[in-house]
């Protein structure tokens, strides 16, 4: 194991454990967190202690600049994109333990996982409490943060590879310049279609589900109160506890149906706030700012000119983007970017080519 890119990965999680602390409201979630933070700061202790052992001159770095955006996002656009990178994190260093233990043959005792499980049940503790934070912050999560690269990314190789092959059939601007406007246009409103479908299915079908467990809550009080006692046995609490935290429950109708929707059907009430006409907005735009770069040149410029710059910016564009990715994944800026620019430039190399092979047949 790389001793000094783990104590950095356990810097910048103690740094999003403090930045989760910061930016919530509810006292007992702060307590968890800070609770995981101290954890972490342990770890980063005993990490250091290994490493002056070979390297006497280290020292302790700050959160990295990765960690430090990821808190910049959560304090604009709400703490669940932190809480998502928090999960994946905690996932890939529980693995990259196991498999360094089970490389070196020594014992795996279970607590490699215990994060990920407290981060599992932190996202349904206290219902909605998760996201309370100053009302300018807009919940956006992690998988708002990869729709919003991926959306670009999209436009981007999917314009990028039309103007390509557009432009390997015929040196005139006029086609390109159409197929390319015409591909931004259908392509965005094709994503803003998706997103709104997705959305507003997702929406009705929880809306349904929600509507079945009221009318099971209606019917079988006593059936529900069961259920609800097992899952919280199955969690790891003794049957008394168990039953004593769903006699508190109960003697709230609110909180009764609060809980049913969060602990036996999973569902984020967040995701039914959401506006899919938001959701459909926000896809059409995404997809524009990427697929508009490998249009640009072609409004100026004409013949190879315009088409140099056009796979120079969207070189540019591919790799920024591959870049953002690993603001979600934590690897290398480099290798991530790099990664994206051969796919991206493949795509539209193998669409040109088509399209001169279209072109010479046409002439």
């Known amino acids: 194991m790389d001793l000094e890119k783990a104590i950095q990965g356990e810097i910048d999680t103690a740094y999003l454990y403090q930045q989760m602390v910061n930016l919530l409201e509810d006292p007992e979630l702060q307590k968890f967190y800070g609770q995981m933070a101290a954890i972490e700061k342990k770890h980063i202790q005993k990490f250091y202690e290994k490493i002056i052992l070979t390297n006497p001159n280290f020292k302790i770095r700050e959160p990295s600049g990765r960690a430090k955006t990821i808190a910049w996002l959560g304090e604009k656009f709400g703490t669940n994109i932190i809480l998502s990178v928090l ?7 529980t693995y990259a333990t196991i498999a360094n233990k089970t490389k070196n043959k020594q014992p795996i ?3 490699e996982g215990r994060h990920v499980s407290i981060l ?3 996202k349904s503790l206290s219902g909605n409490n998760i996201s309370k934070i100053e009302g300018r912050h807009r919940t956006v999560g992690g998988n708002a943060l990869r729709a919003a690269v991926l959306g670009a990314n999209d436009g981007l190789v999917s314009n990028m590879s039309l103007v390509m092959g557009v432009a390997g059939a015929t040196a005139l601007n006029a086609p390109i310049l159409i197929a390319g406007l015409a591909g931004l246009i259908a392509g965005a409103i094709s994503m803003a279609l998706g997103e709104w479908i997705s959305v507003k299915s997702s929406q009705e079908l929880y809306e349904r589900q929600i509507e079945l467990e009221f009318e099971e809550l209606e019917n079988n009080p006593e059936e529900e109160k069961e259920e609800l006692i097992l899952l919280y046995r199955a969690k790891g609490f ?5 039953e004593n935290a769903v006699e508190k429950i109960w003697a ?3 909180q009764t ?3 049913l929707i969060t602990e036996e059907l999973g569902i984020n009430m967040e995701e039914l706030e959401g506006s899919a006409w938001e959701a459909a907005i926000a896809s059409f735009f995404l ?5 508009i770069i490998p249009v640009i040149p072609f409004f100026f410029f004409t013949g190879n000119k315009a088409l140099m710059l056009s796979v120079a910016f969207s070189t540019v564009g591919l790799f920024l983007i591959g870049a953002a990715i690993t603001l979600i994944t934590g690897r290398s800026v480099t290798k991530s970017g790099l990664r994206q620019v051969l796919f991206g430039l493949a795509a539209a190399g193998i669409t040109f080519g088509i399209g001169k092979i279209i072109g010479v047949i046409i002439a």
């Not at 999960?87 to 260093?93: A, L």
């Open 120 to 122: 599992k049940s932190l």
């Open 87 to 93: 999960s994946d994190t905690e996932k890939s260093m």
């Open 257 to 259: 149906k609060q809980v």
């Open 287 to 291: 997809f524009i700012t990427g697929a």
């Open 109 to 111: 005792d279970g607590d």
């Open 238 to 242: 003794s049957e008394k506890d168990a």
């Open 252 to 254: 709230d109708p609110e």
